[in-house]
């Protein structure tokens, strides 16, 4: 168990829909990550938060948006769904400033856009 | 941009066999990570590569890492059933502490 809970484990959702995926990082952890995982290719990532910032942002349009609160939980929104979004979304949790950069995922969010 | 690329895609082997898995990446690289997904899971951490030319072995896994940090390997000694999943490596990214995975390989293991 790697202390990293993501809500919830599944949703369906209509095209043009908007979505909110939640993230509860492992204690002690000052950053999170969100990547989005398509089947069968490998974690891409989305955006990535410290302190309540964002701190980097990978090839994802604008209506995929994110929050990091004061306890570091997490959460991802995506607005005006698109059936290419259903992925399974995965949040990451590490402790930038210890050299190790090593990310402890969540079970992820399966998301399917129909 | 950066990429990070694996091969082979798919690998079938028989319990018993030996499996190998390669990561290349188009710039290099301050450090190199593993990580397995089983089928239905998350990425799960395995290991890190900092130093040019590094070896860490983990029981049946061995890793390296290039001397030129551009490329690395993961090799499983005679294969088992539990081995199965999908062995990412993953390379830092251009921002904050983001990850670049590579597409994977998936390993299957016939009994």
């Known amino acids: 168990e790697t202390g990293v809970t993501q809500s919830p484990t599944h949703l369906i959702k209509t095209r043009g829909q908007q979505v909110t995926l939640r993230c509860s990082s492992q204690s002690g952890h000052n950053t999170v990550s969100w990547y989005q995982q398509a089947l069968g290719q490998g974690p891409q990532f989305i955006f990535q938060?410290?302190?309540?910032?964002?701190?980097g942002r990978g090839n994802f349009p604008p209506r995929f948006s994110g929050l990091q609160f004061p306890n570091y939980s997490s959460e991802l929104n995506v607005n005006a769904l698109e059936l290419d979004d259903s992925a399974l979304y995965l949040c990451a949790s590490s402790l930038v400033g210890q050299g190790n950069t090593e990310a402890f995922f969540g079970q992820g969010t399966r998301l399917t856009v129909v | 941009g950066q990429q990070v690329m694996q091969i082979p895609q798919y690998q079938h082997v028989q319990e018993g066999e030996d499996f190998t898995t390669y990561c290349n990446s188009s710039t290099t690289l301050s450090n190199i990570q593993w990580y397995k997904q089983r089928p239905g899971g998350h990425p799960v951490f395995l290991i890190q590569l900092v130093k040019s030319g590094e070896v860490k072995k983990q029981k049946r896994l061995t890793f390296q890492f290039g001397e030129a940090k551009k490329n690395s390997s993961l090799h499983i000694t005679a294969t088992q059933t539990t081995d199965v999943g999908t062995y990412f490596c993953a390379g830092p990214g251009n921002a904050g502490n983001m990850l670049t995975f590579g597409g994977g390989t998936r390993l299957m293991v016939k009994p």
């Open positions: 938060y410290y302190r309540e910032e964002e701190n």
